[in-house]
């Protein structure tokens, strides 16, 4: 079962939301690099969907991954549409908590933690995607899938594809 107590999660879409936004393939770009805070990525092409601004902070906001350790709170992010994926981290990856951010920090999910920077690819334990989004996901990038040896899932745990 991909959802169990304790696992750690970033929830995405494919394509930004913002319609201004270059139309940049975020599963492609994790499944080569890893996770990376926006202020990581050289190109500018990982950044938020979100317009928030954070002051006050003793870490730039824009230097962190938001991750979410699941638990009784997060099934909102458990919610199956087409085009939004998950990656799964290594658990005992190390995080940051809320705490650990310092009095000012604003806390927009109850169950978040932070990495700063990046998670390389060695770390992810799997994507788990829409099933109507599974077969152009494999075609466009199966490849990808294959050479960084990340599984495959459907929200509901189904494997679409795993490494041999």
């Known amino acids: 079962m991909i ?18 936004a270059a139309r940049v393939d975020r599963l492609a770009g994790i499944l080569r690099h890893g ?10 092409s990982v950044f938020s969907d979100l317009n928030l601004v954070v002051t006050g ?5 824009d230097s962190l991954i938001f991750l979410h350790r699941f638990g009784s709170v997060s ?4 919610i199956c549409e087409r085009g939004r994926f998950t990656v799964f981290v290594d658990p ?3 995080v940051l908590t809320p705490e650990a951010m310092g009095e000012h920090w604003v806390i927009l999910s109850q169950d978040e933690v932070y990495v700063r920077d990046r998670v390389p690819l060695e770390h992810l334990r799997g ?15 199966g490849a990808e899938f294959r050479r960084a040896g990340i599984p495959l899932y459907d ?5 679409l594809w795993e490494p041999a």
Request: glycine share 4%; proline share 12%; charged share 20%.
């Open 57 to 61: 902070s003793s870490v730039p906001y």
């Open 35 to 44: 996770l990376l805070a926006p202020a990581a990525c050289d190109d500018g």
């Open 155 to 159: 929200y509901d745990g189904t494997v």
């Open 3 to 20: 959802w169990r107590e304790g696992v750690l999660f970033h929830v995405t879409r494919r394509y930004p939301r913002k319609p201004d």
């Open 75 to 78: 099934w909102i992010y458990t």
């Open 127 to 141: 994507v788990a995607i829409h099933p109507a989004d599974a077969d152009p996901v494999l075609a466009e990038l």
């Open 92 to 94: 005992q990856f190390p």
